[in-house]
């Protein structure tokens, strides 16, 4: 019984003595860091160390916020183990992440030497002052081009422990307003990550990045322009339409601040055309005639549907050589409005139809044809007619 008794007593001796021994060795920061503003968030001037413990296999350093950032606190810990009896941990103030820039931070140790299963007490803290982050932009690589297509990426420089990257693209003063951003988790963002860009237009490009809680501030602008409307035969307007006569509209832009149609005439020539399945289609150049239609009746006085037909107007000699007389039909009271159009849509003349029949002079106008446009009081087309001069008549 004597011998249990004491054996019981040295176990609680040697109990209470592991555990003064661990109230009492404590690891802290080594003075060097304490009262310093670190310079960066990685490698050597991001390093803080602990001191060293015998013993110790695991070192856990805490971070928590002053008067500047009082609701923060992290606990990050150090993976690496003592390698002599002289040296600490070591970790980087960025891999507690959400630290604000230029703000001070209270920082602590504890110690484990049974790989973490348990812990001693944090140590006396001291403060240290967080660094000016880097900012980021595009690569050289991406700035200042255009894109080749819509799958195409652009690519940022990597920052240290960023956790989340904001590219954003803004337009350039006096054009249309975009201004839009897209979050990702890699430093590059692809052309579709945005919604509804508008074709070959010159953005002001602008990215920044978090640090798992705190945004810094965008950086540098450079130009970036968007890809040309991707050439889709496929959806390329028939040609045996685009020979057809009078105006057709093709479609109505998707794109809200850009109310873009597409239409064709009789004899349009076009040099491309451009075709974005995603959004919207437009050819980016060619020349448009005016509307040309056939005029009849379905019965006097009742107009068909359609721009023109209303009323039949008669215009003779057709072909003529300097002058044209238009006779309005009987059943037209009204004062009309005559004008003479080219073929490429340049007015050449314009009367208000006093007599009946009207008389005009085109001597003029150079060989070639002509529209002869009338519309009613309101401005509405009734009748459209196609003559030609020639030097023959």
Not at 242 to 268: D, H, M, W
Not at 349 to 359: A, G, S, V
Request: proline share 5%.
């Amino acid at each position: 019984m004597k011998l249990l008794n004491y054996l019981f007593l040295v176990i609680c001796f040697s109990l209470v003595n592991l555990s003064l021994t661990n109230a009492q060795t404590l690891s802290q920061l080594k003075p060097v860091h304490c009262g310093q503003q670190m310079t960066y968030w990685l490698g050597q001037q991001g390093e803080v160390y602990s001191t060293f413990v015998t013993g110790a296999t695991h070192y856990k350093f805490k971070a928590v916020g002053t008067i500047t950032d009082v609701n923060y606190i992290s606990e990050k810990i150090s993976a690496a183990i003592p390698s002599s009896t002289t040296s600490g941990a070591q970790l980087n103030i960025g891999a507690f992440g959400g630290m604000k820039d230029t703000t001070w931070y209270t920082i602590s140790v504890s110690w484990s030497s049974d790989n973490g299963l348990s812990w001693s007490n944090y140590g006396p803290s001291c403060q240290i002052k967080t660094c000016l982050s880097q900012q980021t932009q595009l690569q050289p690589g991406y700035c200042g081009i255009q894109a080749l297509n819509w799958g195409a990426n652009f690519v940022c420089y990597t920052r240290p422990y960023a956790t989340q990257y904001r590219f954003r693209l803004k337009n350039l003063p006096g054009q249309t307003y975009f201004d839009q951003t897209a979050l990702r988790n890699v430093n590059y963002v692809y052309w579709s990550n945005f919604l509804n860009v508008p074709a070959g237009k010159t953005f002001e490009c602008y990215i920044q990045w978090n640090n798992g809680g705190d945004w810094k501030p965008w950086g540098t602008m450079c130009y970036i322009t968007s890809p040309q409307l991707t050439l889709t035969q496929s959806t390329m307007p028939d040609r045996s339409v685009v020979g057809s006569a009078g105006r057709t509209v093709i479609f109505q832009s998707v794109i809200p601040t850009e109310k873009n149609q597409l239409s064709y005439t009789v004899g349009e020539p076009f040099t491309s055309t451009y075709v974005n399945t995603l959004s919207s289609r437009i050819i980016t150049q060619g020349f448009q005639q005016p509307d040309k239609t056939t005029i009849s009746l379905t019965q006097p006085g009742v107009p068909i549907s359609g721009i023109a037909g209303r009323f039949t107007f008669n215009t003779y000699p057709n072909p003529f050589s300097a002058k044209i007389t238009i006779v309005a039909p009987s059943e037209y009271q009204k004062l009309a409005s005559v004008k003479v159009v080219s073929e490429t849509g340049q007015l050449v003349m314009e009367k208000i139809m006093e007599y009946n029949p009207l008389e005009i002079d085109l001597t003029h106008c150079s060989m070639g044809k002509y529209f002869v446009v009338i519309s009613d009081e309101s401005g509405e087309i009734i009748d459209n007619i196609s003559i030609v001069k020639s030097s023959l008549h």
